[in-house]
């Protein structure tokens, strides 16, 4: 099955989006919650307002969604129902589209993830300590470039 076109979120679609990113969250037994429900609701609301937030529904309503300021993707949570089924890396073609860099971090104990976007042409990039993130995890800063992604 080909997954939807990704189509910018709208302030209605907050608290759904918000229910994946607390799904995955709750799933994700190294993963702490750090922030009060309304808090990460008012985040969302924010982002959303600013154009950040493209999503991927499926017949349950919102399955995945990526924040995205420029350069820097700030969040991409896919739905656990949703897993597997190719949105994370249909909202990671549609953010590179029309960019030469894409940038972000990722939590070093997310090893799916970072062979995910390994994957899909980032590379390591450095490495933190924590300090800088909400969780206070040891993270790695990726990147993908495109002229890199067009060699291979």
Known sequence: M???????ARLWHVPQMAAILWGVIRL???LPRVRPYRTDLRVMA?????????MLRDRRGPAAFIARDGAMVHALYVHPR????????ALL???????RRLELYV????????AFYTAHG??????????????????????????RSAEK
């Open 122 to 147: 980032f590379a390591e990039a450095g490495r933190g300590c924590g300090a800088d993130n909400d969780e206070h995890l040891p993270d790695i800063y990726m990147i993908w470039h495109q002229d």
């Open 28 to 30: 994700t037994p190294w």
């Open 93 to 99: 073609e549609d953010a590179k589209r029309g960019q």
């Open 107 to 114: 939590a070093e104990a997310n090893a799916p993830a970072r």
């Open 46 to 54: 924010r982002i959303t307002r600013a154009g950040w937030v493209r």
């Open 2 to 8: 080909r997954a939807a076109q990704p189509t910018r």
């Open 82 to 89: 949703a897993q597997g089924r190719g949105l994370g890396r």
